[in-house]
């Protein structure tokens, strides 16, 4: 099945922990995103991507971190500068030239105990 | 500034009891309208892109148009199973996209 995975589905992390989330993409799409999704509020975009080995900055970057190494794989850091890092995570691909919409991922849900 | 506004926060419909949910924009040179629905503790579902002042689609007992200052998605005769966040978004280059905070249906047999 084509897709966008996420793992894992929930994680717990300690204050000072940095963790990573994972996403990865089967549908060969060229642009990949990173948004946080908090109650209330719409999605705010963290990081994307448009090419391998290229990423840029979105609204609410700071205390996260990214790399684009493999077209399929986009993985996402949570340092421990992000203050309030307790947030749903959602993963989006999009074709690149070849089409506009996003697709997401299932989502991680992070909660900092 | 750009963003996007929708209304109502939540709606609670009866079955069968037409509605529509509204998105503002200010997205300055809009390319594309884009909705989702997005059940609790998912990933939002693509549903419509609308690129243009008066284009409308449909799927099932849903109907997206766009006009140029706002968009409605219109819930014709709705089932319990049409309960979700709806989400809006919008991008003027298609590398960004600027969501609204969404309308939660509640739909009641």
């Known amino acids: 099945d084509g897709g966008i995975t996420q793992s894992p589905k929930y994680l717990f992390r300690k204050e000072g922990q940095n963790v990573t989330l994972s996403c990865e993409q089967n549908?060969?799409?060229?642009?990949m995103y990173w948004y946080r999704q908090d109650p209330g509020q719409g999605l705010r975009l963290i990081y994307y991507?448009?090419?391998?080995?290229?990423?840029q900055k979105g609204d609410i970057a700071e205390g996260y971190s990214v790399s684009r190494e493999k077209k399929e794989s986009f993985p996402l850091t949570v340092t421990s500068a992000q203050k309030n890092p307790t947030a749903f995570y959602l993963c989006?691909?999009?074709?690149?030239?070849?089409?506009?919409?996003?697709?997401f991922g299932p989502g991680t849900r992070l909660t900092v105990l | 500034e750009d963003q996007v506004t929708q209304s109502p926060e939540a709606l609670r419909l009866q079955e069968g009891e037409s509605s529509s949910l509204n998105c503002s924009y200010t997205?300055?040179?809009?390319?594309?309208l884009f909705w989702y629905r997005q059940d609790p503790g998912k990933g939002p579902e693509f549903l419509f892109t609308?690129?243009?002042a008066g284009e409308e689609k449909e799927k099932e007992r849903l109907k997206a148009t766009l006009t140029k200052k706002e968009s409605f998605l219109h819930i014709t005769a709705p089932k319990p199973e049409d309960s979700a966040t709806y989400l809006c978004?919008?991008?003027?280059?298609?590398?960004?996209?600027?969501f609204g905070s969404g309308t939660k249906l509640n739909v009641k047999p």
């Open positions: 549908l060969n799409h060229d642009a």
């Open positions: 989006a691909s999009r074709p690149g030239l070849a089409g506009d919409t996003q697709y």
């Open positions: 978004a919008a991008s003027y280059n298609f590398n960004k996209f600027y």
């Open positions: 609308l690129y243009s």
């Open positions: 991507s448009q090419i391998v080995n290229d990423f």
């Open positions: 997205v300055s040179g809009l390319r594309g």
